[in-house]
């Protein structure tokens, strides 16, 4: 398998994963605290359901406002499913260069805040957590991770590698 082949299958598992951790969210959620800092559960779905499109956008040379925020309809899941689809169209056809192994992250480390933010019971994959969590090893250091991260929290190394990986960008894990 090539390294576009197998990156593409992780990220097709990232988003997988997140639409089912999608599915589970309840509007009744959306104003409860999530791991983010500073954002509701609705902030997170927010941005999460606007992710796809910002890679594809990426992938095409247009800049990105991820900080911009937009409203989802009653089916988040949905939307959020049609975007990733047409993410994975463009890194299947080579249009979206390395944008798969930059947007492992987002929805590895997000998938993780969405399961803990709601109590979710859905297990996470720990091949996606791996490979996000070498990805950002390899790739973000204490000045890029501003505005994005919070700075790496202390975690085990006998954690499980969903917990490391969400310590590594600046999650209190308990």
Do not use: I
Not at 28 to 33: G, K, L, N, S
Request: aromatic fraction near 6%.
């Amino acid at each position: 398998m090539s390294s576009q082949t197998e990156a593409g299958d992780l990220l097709t598992r990232a988003l997988d994963q997140t639409a089912t951790l999608l599915d589970q969210v309840n509007p009744d959620e959306y104003d409860q605290p999530s791991t983010c800092s500073d954002w509701t559960v609705g902030d997170l779905v927010k941005h999460v359901v606007a992710s796809p499109q910002r890679f594809a956008d990426m992938a095409a040379g247009k800049d990105v406002d991820w900080s911009a925020t937009s409203d989802v309809g009653e089916d988040p899941a949905a939307e959020f499913r049609a975007a990733a689809d047409a993410l994975l169209d463009k890194v299947a056809s080579g249009e979206a260069g390395s944008v798969s192994s930059a947007a492992l992250p987002e929805f590895a480390v997000h998938g993780w805040d969405l399961a803990h933010s709601t109590g979710s019971t859905t297990d996470l994959d720990d091949e996606v957590a791996e490979r996000a969590l070498a990805f950002m090893r390899d790739n973000l250091t204490p000045d890029n991770r501003k505005g994005v991260f919070g700075p790496e929290v202390e975690a085990s190394p006998d954690a499980p590698v969903q917990d490391r990986l969400a310590a590594f960008a600046g999650r209190t894990v308990r």
